[in-house]
């Protein structure tokens, strides 16, 4: 088995629900591009599926959601033993508690690629100042601790960001999404919609109310059934999803009862929440705190007008008075004045029943989510040098555009794995990853990156003014890169390099404005790809009236001598920047 197809990623939750029902789809990704999916969590009745689609799982036998410091030392306990057994190249957390201690765990335990989603910050600006500040404080510990962050909601994302409780150039704003097929509005018969409803005994005329969630506070469950008993007579209430005993919010029996009492249809956990979708007239979630609430969107891309409460999360799925409402949280008056007022309308539910639709369609894809998750992972690997062809297929769509800070560790890895000439690389990744990160800020440089679905697979550079951005470069990451270098800059033949280097001049034949460097990965080579940077890196410069670029390319690099001159690049002369090496100049000239 070769290096791409040993890639090896574990998700890592608290219970086997979070992996079945959440984190799914990305563990079956992992496995469709030929690595190996592995799933962590305490054992539960959903390890058995999870492992039919092929997905190895790791159990965690005292791993619980309910804050236990003896069960949660003895957790991590065995995560440690897991992460120092199991060579893993990535592992991805969720959920509050193996979110801290997982991203800590993972890197202390040397795991390459560490990655967390927040699905949710579990502390609201309304919450005390005590919880805040330990959340916040506890969340910006772990993150130093991770590769990239992923959050789901863009209020969270530009919270943390702003902040500074998570590291800006490491965070990305993954928002979330559902399977579109699986609640494709229609895509249950009328038939079984009819079963359904006849089965909590509604009426072809009733309006059925449904919420979907876990039997909690937080899910705003006791404000629904204090509602619903201000509901008109033709509206049913539904409650789907498990009770939570162990948990401190969780609903006590006697809530449970009382709300059977006065009518409340309490279904438990099911298997075809798709199916009771369809079954439904409105939804409604009124939780306390929500991250990206999934079964909002799941209910709003099977059609349902949308009830929810104004806070994060629940805003990025409902548009007030376009596809649903928004009420107060705890407020079990609002709730009901909102859910009587859909349900004395068709009209206002059929309006806001296509606009859920459209909102889904074009914000609430899984599929997008996936890709992004995937793309966090494989370029932070490739950042690290790792699985630098781990993808390459012709069946991938190449996009061509400018770098991001975010791209400098992938760049840096490009260069020092396909550049293998010259003084730079022998100085390291951190030293190159420095100088890319000034060249993208630089005002007079153009980075280009071409990218697969997973991030950079090739990449040109080039600047107006070599010495100008040699200056720049020094005063801005010069510090840290020369840290970043410190044992090969000890050296003494490397201090020969740089005073050669010092003595480089940039403006040797005809021009200053360069191109710099230019690598493709293998999977990538001889597709055209690196004409194409070139010429990109030509027509930028030329928007600015910058007409003729140098590159100077070393005198045995026959294939990038070939690769210039097709693209119009004359040869000028030649050049020694460090004694014995001698490179020619080739320029280009377009006016």
């Not at 409780?165 to 009819?194: H, K, M, Y």
């Not at 049913?236 to 009770?243: D, L, N, Q, R, Y």
């Not at 939570?244 to 438990?268: F, N, Q």
């Not at 997008?368 to 966090?376: G, K, Y």
């Amino acid at each position: 088995m070769d290096e791409k197809e040993c890639m090896r990623i574990a998700h890592l939750t608290t219970v086997d629900l979070s992996l079945r029902y959440l984190i799914l789809p990305q563990l079956e990704e992992i496995a469709n591009l030929g690595g190996d999916a592995i799933a962590i969590s305490a054992p539960g009745p959903y390890v058995a599926e999870i492992e039919k689609r092929g997905i190895k799982h790791l159990p965690l036998a005292d791993s619980t959601r309910s804050v236990n410091p003896v069960k949660d030392f003895r957790t991590m306990l065995a995560l440690w033993r897991i992460l120092r057994t199991e060579e893993l190249d990535v592992l991805h957390t969720h959920t509050p508690k193996p979110g801290i201690y997982g991203r800590i765990l993972g890197r202390i335990a040397g795991v390459p690629v560490v990655v967390n989603t927040v699905h949710g910050l579990y502390a609201t600006r309304d919450d005390r100042f005590v919880k805040r500040f330990l959340v916040y404080t506890l969340e910006a510990v772990a993150s130093r601790f991770s590769d990239r962050e992923l959050v789901q909601s863009r209020e969270d994302f530009e919270f943390v960001t702003h902040r500074k409780i998570t590291v800006p150039g490491r965070t990305i704003l993954l928002g979330n999404g559902v399977d579109l097929n699986r609640f494709a509005r229609g895509r249950v018969s009328r038939e079984r919609r009819q079963a359904l409803r006849e089965s909590i005994g509604a009426a072809p005329d009733d309006i059925v109310v449904g919420s979907v969630g876990r039997l909690v506070d937080e899910k705003g469950f006791p404000e629904l059934f204090e509602a619903a008993g201000s509901l008109q007579p033709n509206c049913i209430v539904v409650a789907i999803g498990p009770e939570e005993p162990d948990k401190d919010d969780g609903l006590s029996h006697d809530e449970l009862e009382r709300a059977r009492s006065i009518g409340v249809r309490l279904t438990g956990m099911v298997d075809n929440v798709d199916e009771w979708y369809a079954a439904m007239d409105i939804f409604v979630l009124a939780s306390h705190r929500e991250g990206f609430p999934r079964a909002a969107m799941e209910a709003a891309a099977t059609g349902l007008p949308v009830i929810a409460t104004d806070i994060r999360g629940c805003r990025e799925v409902v548009d007030d008075e376009v596809n649903g409402l928004l009420v107060p949280v705890n407020d079990p008056a609002s709730l009901a004045t909102a859910i009587n007022r859909l349900a004395s309308s068709a009209d206002l539910r059929d309006r806001m029943s296509q606009a859920a639709t459209r909102k889904a369609a074009a914000k609430f894809d899984e599929r997008e989510v996936v890709r992004i998750v995937m793309a966090a992972q494989i370029s932070a690997l490739r950042g690290k040098g790792r699985f630098d062809d781990l993808i390459g297929s012709d069946t991938f769509e190449i996009t061509l555009g400018p770098a991001t800070d975010s791209d400098a560790a992938a760049i840096a890895n490009l260069h020092a794995s396909n550049i293998r000439t010259g003084f730079l690389p022998t100085l390291g990744v951190g030293f190159l990853t420095n100088l890319y990160r000034a060249m993208i800020n630089y005002q007079h440089s153009h980075v280009i990156v071409a990218r697969d679905p997973y991030g950079p697979v090739a990449f040109v550079s080039g600047v107006a003014d070599v010495g100008d951005f040699y200056n720049h470069f020094i005063r801005t990451r010069g510090i840290r890169a020369a840290f970043s270098a410190i044992g090969p800059l000890l050296r003494p033949h490397s201090w020969k390099k740089v005073w050669e280097t010092s003595r480089y001049d940039p403006g040797h034949q005809e021009t200053e404005v360069e191109l710099l460097s230019m690598a493709v990965s293998e999977p990538y080579q001889r597709r055209g790809l690196g004409r194409r940077l070139v010429d990109q890196l030509l027509d930028e410069f030329e928007e600015q009236g910058r007409f003729r670029v140098k590159v100077v390319v070393g005198s045995e690099n026959a294939a990038a001598q070939n690769l210039y001159g097709a693209a119009g690049f004359e040869e000028r002369g030649t050049i020694e920047v460090h004694q014995g090496e001698v490179s020619k100049v080739m320029v280009s000239s377009r006016k």
